[in-house]
C-alpha cells in the first residue's frame, strides 16, 4: 500500500514547456526536490518552476543543487521553504530493494491527476502506478539504474519509485522514473508492409537509483531546513 508520505510528497510540475512530476526527500534535516534531469536540463544558478496548487500554477523559485553526472536521468533543487511536512518522513534509501518486489511508482501521466481537497493539502492526487523490480545494475557511484516491469506514462517522468522494505511496513524512496523501452513496430495494411511504423511501449521501465540525489545534496547543502 502506498502512504500520505509518499503521495503528499509528490508534487505536479512545470518547467518551460514540459508538464512531469517531482518528489521532496529530506537529506541531514534539509529538504530537496527531486525530478528527471530531462525535465530541466538548462536549468541553472537560480530559476523558477511552476508547481501545481489548488488547481493553479504556481510560480517558485528554486536552486539548482545538481545535476546528476554522466547518463543518470536525475536533477536536485532547492525551494526557499518546505513544502512536505517534516513528520511525513519517506527515506531516500534503497538499500533492501530486491529483484523480483513489488514497487510502485507516482506520477501525473499525461498531465491527468485526482483531487482530495484539504486531505492532501490541496494539492494534486497524483497516479499510482504498480511495477515489479526486473533488474538493476551497480557503478562506481553504487546503485545506477533500475529497471521495472510496467506500464509508464509521459508525465511520470521525475516521479518516485518506492517500495516496502522486506518485512516491514516501511516505504522508502528507491529511484527516479526516467523513461521507458519501446521498440520500432512494422505497420501492415493486410498483407503489405507498409514503409511505416509505430512505437510500442515494450513494458520496461528505466528509473535511476536515488543515491545519485543524496549524494549531490549532500555535495551542495543549501536545501531548506
Known amino acids: 500500500m502506498v502512504t500520505s508520505n509518499a503521495i503528499q510528497r509528490t508534487v505536479h510540475i512545470r518547467y518551460a514547456d514540459q508538464i512531469a512530476t517531482a518528489f521532496f526527500i529530506d537529506v541531514d534535516s534539509r529538504q530537496y526536490l527531486v525530478t528527471a534531469r530531462h525535465v530541466v536540463p538548462d536549468l541553472q544558478g537560480e530559476a523558477f518552476i511552476s508547481i501545481l496548487h489548488n488547481n493553479d500554477w504556481h510560480d517558485v523559485g528554486v536552486r539548482l543543487v545538481g545535476?546528476?553526472?554522466?547518463?543518470?536521468?536525475?536533477?536536485?533543487?532547492?525551494?526557499?521553504?518546505?513544502?512536505?511536512?517534516?513528520?511525513?518522513?519517506?527515506p531516500p534509501d534503497a538499500a533492501g530493494l530486491?529483484?523480483?518486489?513489488?514497487?510502485?511508482?507516482?506520477?501525473?501521466?499525461?498531465?491527468?491527476?485526482?483531487?482530495?481537497?484539504?486531505?492532501?493539502?490541496?494539492?494534486?492526487?497524483?497516479?499510482?502506478k504498480r511495477a515489479t523490480v526486473s533488474c538493476f545494475e551497480h557503478?562506481?557511484?553504487?546503485?545506477?539504474?533500475?529497471?521495472?516491469?510496467?506500464?509508464?506514462?509521459?508525465?511520470?517522468?521525475?516521479g518516485?519509485?518506492?517500495?516496502?522494505?522486506?518485512?516491514?511496513?516501511?516505504?522508502?524512496?528507491?529511484g527516479v522514473i526516467s523513461g521507458y523501452r519501446y521498440e520500432d513496430q512494422p505497420?501492415?495494411?493486410?498483407?503489405?508492409?507498409?514503409?511505416?511504423?509505430t512505437r510500442h511501449n515494450t513494458g520496461i521501465i528505466f528509473s535511476y537509483g536515488i543515491g545519485y540525489a543524496t549524494s549531490l545534496a549532500r555535495g551542495n547543502p543549501i536545501g531548506s531546513q
Do not use: K, W
Request: charged residues 10%; aromatic residues 12%; hydrophobic residues 45%.
Open 139 to 158: 557503478n562506481q557511484h553504487g546503485l545506477h539504474r533500475i529497471f521495472l516491469d510496467g506500464n509508464n506514462n509521459l508525465g511520470f517522468s521525475g
Open 187 to 197: 505497420i501492415f495494411h493486410g498483407t503489405e508492409l507498409l514503409p511505416l511504423s
Open 67 to 90: 545535476h546528476a553526472p554522466g547518463e543518470a536521468d536525475i536533477s536536485v533543487l532547492a525551494l526557499p521553504y518546505r513544502i512536505a511536512g517534516a513528520d511525513l518522513t519517506l
Open 98 to 128: 530486491t529483484v523480483g518486489q513489488e514497487a510502485f511508482f507516482l506520477g501525473f501521466p499525461f498531465g491527468l491527476f485526482g483531487e482530495m481537497g484539504a486531505a492532501n493539502n490541496h494539492y494534486p492526487l497524483p497516479f499510482v
Open 160 to 174: 518516485p519509485v518506492v517500495f516496502c522494505l522486506p518485512g516491514t511496513n516501511e516505504l522508502r524512496v528507491a
